[in-house]
């Protein structure tokens, strides 16, 4: 398979870790992809309510993303942890993940004020919101300037270890787990590309380039051929079902077309590999269905 870019991929093992990191310093820890969708933040982490205001009171959440973006930029470029005051004054340190040299995605750790520092006047908020935000501002933990740079010695040896451990797996193969993954659950059902592609946050052409490329495959051999594995499945289970109920209950809606693909793709007609299934003393029985 060709090379392809790396994508973060969060284990509980290290989400647990970095749960007791932050639960120790009441901060969050998120993280985000290389293109800086959100994929996951840990137990209690929720934003602050002096964030919650200026986000959803306020009305100000997207000057939050569009700054995240280009601090995700700038932490990439410099290859480094960089630490940054927002626009609402409040602190975060966005760190990119590194492995084998690209980066894979980042973590950022933040919500906090430094010691010495004042929050904005927030001139243009009515003052009883302002007193409200002064409030939630001086509620959030503070460190001093010697204290966070502890800190971020302690998240950089924390994202080396994410790396370290190859926590990171290549985009393919998690690609490939998870079109898996979504027939496996739902073959027999009646599922389209369109709707496993919406799904797991993929384009159809993608998907559909994805797997003629590095598997010689299609979203439809994969789901015949895992539809075929339920008939054999149930006939092991129960060699008396017959090819209709089989064809059916593995989601198929015509008998005859089940029994076409499976006599093509498993070299012997439905019939003949149900009589397979039962005891020796039964097989003597004619059984023409599916032949």
Known sequence: MSAVALELFLSDEVQSLLDDFASLL???VTFFS????FLRRGKAMRNCEYCRIVHEDL??????VSMDCDKQREAIEK????????????HECLAPVMVRGVAAGFVMFGQFRVEGEN???WADV??????ELIRAYWELPGFTPEKLKGILGVLKTLIDYIAVRELAVLQGDRLRAEIDRYIEKHAAEDIRLPDMAKKIGRSVSTISQFLRRNYQTSFKGLLLDARLRIA?????KDPGATVAEVAFAAGFRDQFYFSRVFRRRRGVPPGKFRSQMRP???RNIVDGAGE
């Open 26 to 28: 009441d901060v969050r």
């Open 34 to 37: 290389m293109s800086g969708e």
């Open 59 to 64: 009305a100000r959440r997207q000057l939050c």
């Open 79 to 90: 290859g480094q942890i960089i630490d940054y005051r927002c626009h609402a004054g409040l």
């Open 119 to 121: 929050p904005p006047e």
């Open 126 to 131: 009515p003052e009883p919101r302002r007193e």
């Open 232 to 236: 054999e499945k149930m006939w092991r």
């Open 280 to 282: 020796a003393g039964e």
